[in-house]
């Protein structure tokens, strides 16, 4: 894999981190926020549960990037494990196109949806593709980090870039 991509893939990972530090923090925040004024003070935030729901959705698709990236997401491997390596090889590299390929269908079809816009969060009063954003470019990371793993010459789910530390 060139340098310049090695390069790209860090800053991508190091902002997904920041993105996330930030997401859970304010989530955590907002939430304890809620249960505070709803039941100490007798007074509901109006805000909390559009702004929690916008930061989850976040939360969820950034996450699910970082989650490939190291190599944690789900695999269902009861037939992999039981095939010749030759064969297991091939459904390395069927499971990648898989993967690559969800990932686009799924960016393109969010895309669509945010482009389509025109709503805003009622009590936020800010457009509706702010949260619907989420879906698109987590699928478009989930789909970098994917390639990636095919360009170290490795298959979705093999192990974490042997840098990271968690």
Known sequence: MSQTLVKIE???VRLEGLILFC????LIVMLAMQVLFRFVLQAPLAFTEEA????????????????????QHFMVDIVYNHVPAPLQKLFGYVSDAASIGLAVVLAQAGFRMVFRGG??????????????????VGMTLLAFHALCFVLRRQHVGDGAHPDFEE
Do not use: H, M
Request: glycine fraction near 6%; aromatic fraction near 12%.
């Open 52 to 71: 929690g729901r916008l930061l989850f959705a976040w939360l969820i698709f950034i996450g699910a990037a970082r989650a490939l990236y190291v190599s």
């Open 23 to 26: 997401t859970l923090l304010a």
């Open 10 to 12: 860090e800053s991508v």
């Open 119 to 136: 709503q805003t969060l009622p009590v936020l009063g800010i457009p509706a593709w702010a949260q619907t954003a989420a879906l698109p």
